[in-house]
């Protein structure tokens, strides 16, 4: 089993070049993969990488 790298919005803004507001709202919108612990959401890396590669159209459909 391997176990994701999951990151807070602002650290996965700063690894991503992506802003906290967008990365916030695809969270809100559903189309990337997180969990909230709390009142933070954790991205999860890798699956946000996968995302970003393949686009958002492609995303929806696996």
Not at 21 to 34: H, P
Not at 48 to 57: K, P, S, T, W, Y
């Amino acid at each position: 089993m391997t176990i994701p790298t999951m990151e807070t919005i602002k650290t996965a803004s700063e690894q991503t070049g992506l802003s906290y507001d967008y990365l916030r709202k695809l969270c809100l919108q559903g189309k990337i993969v997180y969990v909230r612990a709390g009142s933070k959401y954790l991205i999860n890396m890798e699956k946000l990488v996968d995302f970003l590669n393949r686009g958002e159209a492609a995303a929806g459909q696996s």
